[in-house]
């Protein structure tokens, strides 16, 4: 089975292996006391038919046994496919791969260079743009449907990507009214239940609350994807200093606790249930009290939990490639590059948000045109050395000898391809830079951006496909 499969060979550690059983124990400690809030009935009963204990106010307490037996029971590797049922995505150890982010109100229109509200068509060109690029991985809609108001918004999304990549997707969903649909649509291209869990081409992301809740609408969805074989990511979304405590080992151990309350009850209700592992927990800016995506707190915390996933043998969410910074300038490029040097260091698997600014609300074509380079750049500089005989080219230097030089030798011509050479970073002379036009970064991704657009075609949906997935469709707005 063949797969793109990207390891650095440099590695970063956060945590000694006494700081992970420290967290991992404090966790465990949670979950029993003072436990979890479960707001739905059948999980409720499946986490106390199997030795949790329910407390009132729908508190359940989970014991360490089942943990244990969880962690035992989850996949370590995780494989995902792209929309043609090839292998594409080896999730597990520390292979990294980048997509976008989701759901975002506002978008930077690539026309106007102006903020505006999202729609669906975004989430169509925002994929076809990552079905052109070498670099982002999987797609996420990086739009809210503006345009389909209520809840159908989120099955619009699932049918935007769908159509505008071929790459393996991410989607949101609101509860069963959203899942079933969406799932229906997976069904309509791999043509059976059983081709959709032994080929999946998504994976839903849901969140607890913290601190420390587990919704109705997000305990249906991790038991529908347990009872149809597809694969979930359950990370906690929480703010140090806020949600969480201030301190990051206690936000740590408190997010590992709601993430692994959601690994427990997807192995209860399907051993086996493909789970990626992981957590959001970053400072809350104590001036603005918003949520900061640039914070070094908030990457340390996912350097963290890759130590933590590679400690349980899961593979492991990941967020880089998003700013703060309302529009792309040197900020943007600085968040970014931090985030995916640190992303592809500690080994992180699944790593989303590419092309984010504005702290998660604003989507723009040209950040994730700007992320591309950089993980292309980054990449290279995190794959280390290979020294051989071939590379030291002893035999070379002896051929050349003192004086020479190395341009025009077969050795040259040869290797010459391995070094990594920009797309859009200009490393022309002055003179020249000025003579064609003396363009900024964001005019350069700008211009790239359009040109993907005219030029980039993606294969159509079969015809009995997509006639049965706008039958789905107008199912959904009738109910909407």
């Known amino acids: 089975m063949s797969t793109n499969s990207y390891t650095p060979a440099l590695k970063l550690q956060t945590l000694t292996e006494e700081q992970i059983e420290k967290i991992h124990l404090a966790s465990l400690e949670i979950l029993e006391d003072p436990g979890t809030r479960i707001l739905h009935d059948r999980a409720r009963e499946l986490l106390c038919d199997h030795g949790a204990i329910e407390s009132k106010g729908d508190i359940v307490r989970i014991p360490a046994s089942l943990v244990e ?48 509200k999202s729609r669906k068509k975004d989430s169509f060109e925002l994929a076809r743009l990552v079905d052109a690029l070498k670099h982002i991985d999987f797609v996420m809609s990086m739009a809210i449907a503006d345009d389909y108001p209520g809840t159908s918004s989120f099955v619009h999304q699932f049918e935007a990507m769908l159509s505008g990549t071929t790459k393996p997707l991410v989607y949101t969903a609101q509860g069963l009214k959203d899942i079933q649909p969406i799932y229906e649509m997976m069904l309509a291209l791999r043509g059976s239940a059983g081709e959709v869990s032994a080929r999946p081409f998504a994976i839903l992301y849901s969140e607890p609350i913290s601190p420390l809740v587990h919704t109705k609408e997000g305990m249906e969805m991790l038991l529908f994807c347990a009872e149809h074989r597809i694969p979930v990511v359950y990370p906690t979304g929480s703010m140090a200093g806020g949600t969480a405590p201030v301190t990051l080992a206690g936000a ?31 400072a809350m800016d104590m001036h603005w009290a918003s949520y900061t995506y640039a ?43 931090h985030q995916i040097l640190l992303a592809l260091l500690s080994g992180e698997n699944l790593v989303h948000d590419v092309g984010y600014l504005g702290s998660g609300m604003i989507s723009s074509m040209e950040m994730i045109l700007l992320c591309d380079e950089l993980i292309g750049m980054l990449r290279q500089a995190t794959l280390g050395i290979d020294i051989d005989d071939e590379t030291l080219a002893l035999d070379v230097i002896r051929e050349v000898g003192a004086g020479g030089h190395f341009l025009l030798h077969e050795h040259t011509l040869k290797h010459c391809p391995e070094i990594w050479m920009p797309s859009f970073f200009n490393r022309a002379p002055l003179e020249h830079w000025k003579s064609a036009g003396k363009k900024d970064i964001f005019e350069t991704l700008n211009s790239r951006v359009h040109e993907i657009l005219a030029r980039h075609e993606v294969p159509e949906l079969e015809k009995d496909v997509r006639r049965e997935i706008e039958g789905i469709l107008r199912e959904r707005e009738k109910l909407a």
Not at 69 to 96: Q, T
Not at 252 to 279: D, H, R, W
């Open 69 to 116: 037996n969880a962690l035992a029971s989850a996949p370590e590797l995780v494989i995902l496919f792209d929309r043609h049922g090839k292998p594409v995505m080896r999730l597990g150890g520390r292979n990294v791969y980048f997509g976008t982010g989701s759901d975002t109100p506002q978008t930077l229109d690539p026309k106007t260079k102006e903020v505006r």
């Open 252 to 282: 740590l151990a408190l997010g590992n606790a709601e993430c692994l309350a959601g690994l427990v009850l997807t192995q209860l209700a399907a051993p086996g249930t493909p789970f990626i592992y992981g957590g959001n927990v970053t």
């Open 295 to 337: 914070s070094p707190e908030f990457h340390t915390a996912f350097s963290a939990f890759g130590d933590l996933a590679h400690y349980y043998r899961l593979p492991v969410w990941g967020l880089a490639g998003a700013a703060d910074s309302k529009t792309l300038d040197a900020q943007a490029g600085a968040e970014a590059a």
